[in-house]
């Protein structure tokens, strides 16, 4: 006999919001930050699906042979893969697991192991558990049996999960995720709550791309951003786009002034060894892409939630615009003022604990 659920399913999303209320209608728990994942085990069949409804397989051996001693042997479940270094989950090393080479994949596994974290359960044995309640869903995957299966933990109180959402970024986590107590599971929908870390950066605009749809000169696409490190250099950060139709235009009247052919921190002989620089190739990009050098003159305050890929490091995804800043110098935008959270013992989240590292 067939599952009871089978893939694709697409995964139950979350809609944001701003602080985690007082309710007693929410299960609380932490927001993992890696590869959603769900998991279908048939027997002697193991499938991982990726949000995008992809298989996952070929990309984490080492889960595969772990969910295969530790599930029973009709399963389905919704989770997180993730990779944890030196006490906090590292998402740099997780992408580095999608890799096209097979060789690359067995050497990484053995590296920098994944490990897939349970946060629901939509079927177990013939029972499908999609139209349960998440409080008969938490309790079916508490209940499973194998006492390694990694499940992430949970509360109904809105305190525990505020303490949790200042602690677990010290982790690598990603805030904290409601789910309503009373819901069913709904595939695709945005159904769940995410409350996230947000901050912002006062950034150098140090180029520009014009927008796809436009002529050059006529629309600006996005600005790029920078930051200085401690001895001068300017580092490429990320971007701030989304902006309406008519601010597009506007920005590029306002900034085609500002248009160089250098001197430019980016370019030339200006360029030192480790910088971050715009538009190279990369394992997801396979093309440059082009841009046009501004004078490194303007400021704009950015939100973003976090940052990846070390030191020097840039905002994981793109910024969002909160308001120019006239009154910065550019000299004055650094690294120095990105907020770095205590540091917090990885392995204690998964038991609610309080336990910060140096």
């Known amino acids: 006999m067939p599952l009871p659920v089978t893939p694709p399913v697409k995964p139950m999303l979350a809609k944001a919001a701003k602080r985690i209320p007082d309710s007693a209608e929410l299960l609380f728990e932490p927001k993992w930050d890696g590869f959603r994942c769900l998991v279908f085990r048939d027997g002697g069949e193991l499938t991982l699906q990726s949000r995008s409804l992809k ?33 906090r989950l590292d998402f740099d ?9 097979a060789s690359r994949i067995n050497l990484l596994a053995e590296q920098t192991p994944a490990s897939f974290i349970a946060f629901d359960v939509l079927a177990i044995g013939d029972r499908a558990l999609l139209e349960e309640p998440t409080s008969a869903r938490r309790q079916a995957l508490t209940e499973l049996a194998g006492e390694d299966i990694r499940r992430t933990p949970a509360t109904t109180d809105p305190a525990t999960a505020r303490h ?12 904290v995720i409601g789910k ?20 912002t950066a006062d950034c150098v605009v140090a180029g520009l791309r014009w927008h796809v749809d436009t002529a050059p000169g006529e629309s600006v696409g996005s600005l790029l951003l920078g930051l200085h490190d401690d001895a ?37 002989d200006a360029v030192v060894e480790h910088q ?39 905002f994981r995804h793109t910024a969002q ?38």
Not at 80 to 87: A, P
Not at 187 to 192: C, D, Q, W, Y
Not at 286 to 313: C, D, F, I, M, S
Not at 338 to 348: C, F, G, I, K, Q
Request: glycine letters at 10%.
């Open 55 to 87: 298989p996952l397989n070929r990309y984490f051996p080492e889960v595969l042979a772990e969910l295969a001693e530790t599930l029973p042997d009709r399963v389905v479940l919704d989770g997180e893969l993730v990779v944890g270094r030196g006490g």
């Open 93 to 101: 090393a997780l992408t580095e697991r999608i890799h096209p080479a």
């Open 180 to 199: 309503p107590l009373a819901e069913p599971y709904v595939p695709g929908k945005r159904s769940m709550v995410k409350y996230k870390h947000s901050r």
């Open 232 to 268: 001068g250099v300017l580092h490429h950060v990320g971007v701030v786009g989304a902006f309406p139709a008519q601010r597009r235009k506007e920005l590029a009247a306002e900034l085609t002034p500002l248009i160089t052919e250098g001197p430019h921190p980016w370019l030339g």
């Open 164 to 175: 949790w959402f200042e602690l677990f970024e010290g982790a690598g986590l990603d805030g």
């Open 276 to 314: 971050r620089l715009p538009g190279g190739v990369n394992r997801w990009r396979p093309n440059e892409q082009p841009w046009v050098p501004l004078r490194p003159e303007r400021v704009v305050e950015v939100g973003y939630e976090h940052t990846e890929g070390g030191h020097p490091a840039r």
């Open 321 to 358: 615009f909160a308001r120019w800043r006239p009154d910065r110098d550019a000299a004055s935008c650094d690294y120095a003022q990105l907020d770095e959270p205590a540091r917090y013992d990885l392995d204690a989240v998964f038991h609610g604990e309080v336990r910060r590292t140096r």
